[in-house]
């Protein structure tokens, strides 16, 4: 597809529509509110600013800049001519691919560090007078790319500080358990091959277990991974275990086992009769579960997440098994130890996971029952689906980028937006910006000066084709990790 079609329709008129002489315009993106937020997303994770300008720029050069320019500005003026209804002029498009490079400048705050609501996170500014109209163009697909990588960046974070509450709480010693505690199983409910790979980074930057291949190919690309990258183990899906037969679930248990004689295999338990597994089929298999080299993990896939992995009663005691719930059925059938935090840590053999229709609200609840019934949090393994990462929207953290400075025939003009009908919430910035960390936090100065707005905490990623102070996902991941 044409470079050029990367944007809302009415992008196409709007560098007919600035004041005549206007030679810059300079625009910041920024999280205005968390109202629809998680709950304890009271920050934005900084994620997806490298990725997205990287594909921007090769998109640019391979689908415009690299193209004949009678070829690919002929197409755009048949294009906008027919939408529009009216011949279009493409002269500002051939003068940008005579240019031959995006001429922006992107400023950006450091990925992987928490940003308060309302402070800007990136900005761009166009670098050649020609070119004014290049800074808001871009707004549409820096946006459209943007909001989602954060977004589950910034939700992931906040399941990993759960995690770790309560492994602190009931098993400390195992916190690193943490960093595989909440698992990527969202790629087939996302909305399509590019959000999975954004939203499934954004995950990948703060947890290490995933499922969502495309990831590694992404990482390695746009942030420099090496070596291991995100893991997962070897599984079942429904299919398998109806091939199985229900006749014969016990014998595919067994056959799976003998398949996978080491390592962690997860089996999915409840395509029949969840209960029946775990009351009936473990103890059958109770010693060749605890004779085999590696852990055998039970996947419940239906149901309440709270009550199928902690069951109905609060307490641990006697009751029906959807009472007593996963864990407390497999310690019933294995056992384990009990840790110095006095907390019941199953046999290593066996553990449980729940991967459907998982969301912060109920991992919280999931950790507060399995403490309150005397189990340590990290007996279970959270697959954190799109229930979590497609339920979200650029609202989700009020996303927008707003232009707040132009010069006009050599003068700098300070520019907002301030809605009367408005609640507060598209209040924009004024002015020139910068960005200040204060006292470990993040902190907006506008209407600064230009000798001003070069210091601070915004750094520039991007210059007229050219990347620079580029980072790494190890970084990323050493800066999350130092704030959970």
Known sequence: MNGLLLTDGYKTGHHQQYPKGTEEVYSNWTPRSNKYAPK??????????????QWLHD????????????????????????????????????????????????????????????????????????????????????????????????????????????????????????????????????????????????HAAVFLGSDTL????????????????????????????????????????????????????SVVSDTWDLWKVLTDYLPVLKEEVLSRDGKLVIRPDSGDPVDIICGTNTKMGTGTPVEKGVVELLWDVFGGTVNKEGFKVLDPHIGA????????????????????????????????????????????????????SVVVNGERREIFKDPITDDGVKKSAKGLIRVDKVEGDYVLVDEVTEAEEQKGELKVIFEDGKFLNKTTIEEIRARINERV
């Open 353 to 404: 996971i729940y991967g459907d229709s998982i969301t912060t609200t109920r991992a919280a609840d999931i950790c507060q029952r399995l403490h309150d019934k005397g189990f340590a949090t990290t007996n279970v393994v959270l697959g954190i689906g799109s229930f979590t990462y497609q339920f979200n929207t650029r609202d989700t953290f009020g996303f927008a980028m707003k232009a707040t």
């Open 40 to 53: 304890g997303c009271d920050k934005v994770l900084s994620f997806g600013q490298q990725y997205v300008m």
């Open 59 to 202: 998109y640019f050069e391979n689908h415009f800049f690299s193209k004949p320019k009678d070829i690919v500005c002929a197409e755009i003026k048949t294009e906008l001519s027919l939408y529009l209804n009216a011949e279009y002029d493409v002269a500002h498009f051939e003068q940008l691919h005579d240019l031959g490079y995006l001429p922006i400048r992107v400023k950006s705050l450091d990925e992987g560090v928490e940003v308060p609501i309302r402070v800007p996170m990136l900005t761009v500014v166009n670098t050649a007078p020609d070119f004014y109209w290049v800074t808001n163009f871009l707004e549409t697909i820096l946006s459209t790319m943007l909001w989602l990588p954060m977004t589950s960046a910034s939700i992931a974070l906040t399941y990993k500080r759960i995690f770790k509450k309560w492994a602190l709480k009931t098993d400390a010693e195992n916190s690193a358990f943490i960093d595989f505690q909440g698992h990527d199983f969202s790629m087939r409910g996302m909305g399509g091959l590019q959000s999975a790979v954004a939203s499934g980074m954004g």
């Open 214 to 265: 495309p990831v590694i190919h992404g990482l390695r690309k746009y942030y420099g991974a090496e070596g291991f990258v995100v893991g997962s183990v070897n599984a079942t899906e429904h299919s398998v275990m109806c091939a199985g037969t229900k006749d014969d679930e016990i014998g595919t248990f067994r056959q799976l086992m003998k398949t996978y004689p080491t390592g962690i295999l």
